[in-house]
């Protein structure tokens, strides 16, 4: 009886050895998926912020469209004037 329970006992030690190096094993690969999820919460954070300030170069890139439009607008009315003025002289003239 007194060897059954030595190789009950043995077993049960075996056992909780194994189970206490699989928790282990797992306690490790948390760890290592904890640690990869912080660095693409980083990578993704890092990105949002990126993202937004492109976002915000793109909006001055189109207030800077806007305003080089009305610029030639304007040169190209000019221009016209000019040139209709330039038209006058030259009929004048012949």
């Known amino acids: 009886m007194e060897e059954k329970l030595d190789m009950l006992m043995k ?3 075996a056992m909780g050895a194994d189970i206490q190096k699989r928790f282990d094993g797992m306690e490790e690969r948390l760890t290592s998926i904890e640690e990869r ?3 693409v919460e980083e990578k993704t954070d890092a990105s949002y912020l ?6 915000k170069g793109v ?6 469209v806007n305003e ?6 304007y040169l190209h009315t ?3 004037e000019h040139d209709k003025k330039l038209f006058k002289i ?5």
């Open 59 to 64: 909006a001055q890139l189109q207030v800077d």
């Open 78 to 80: 000019k221009a016209v």
């Open 37 to 39: 999820i912080q660095r």
């Open 11 to 13: 077993m049960m030690q």
């Open 90 to 94: 030259e009929k004048r003239i012949h």
């Open 68 to 73: 080089l439009r009305e610029e030639v607008e």
């Open 50 to 55: 990126m993202v937004q300030e492109a976002g």
